[in-house]
């Protein structure tokens, strides 16, 4: 595949290429149901969050509305 092929039926653009017209509905669902399935090649991405101390947010919150 190309690189404009590539872009014609990125995820992030193709609504817009239906919508004007270079990318037909039907051919982008066909382009969909041929690609592989590749799940089994995936990892498991485990993010982990800072713990945050509801105080200080709450404070720094305050001290916003305060200022305006």
Do not use: T
């Not at 590539?6 to 239906?18: G, M, S």
């Not at 039907?26 to 149901?33: N, S, V």
């Not at 399935?37 to 509305?65: A, M, R, T, Y």
């Amino acid at each position: 595949m190309s690189k404009k092929d590539e872009l014609l039926y990125d995820v992030r653009i193709a609504e817009r290429n239906i919508k004007d017209g270079s990318l037909s509905k039907k051919d982008y669902e066909k382009h969909l149901d041929n690609l592989s399935d590749v799940e089994d090649k995936g990892e498991i991405l485990v993010i982990e969050e800072d713990e945050i101390n509801p105080e200080i947010e709450l404070d720094d919150q305050v001290e916003e509305e305060g200022s305006s």
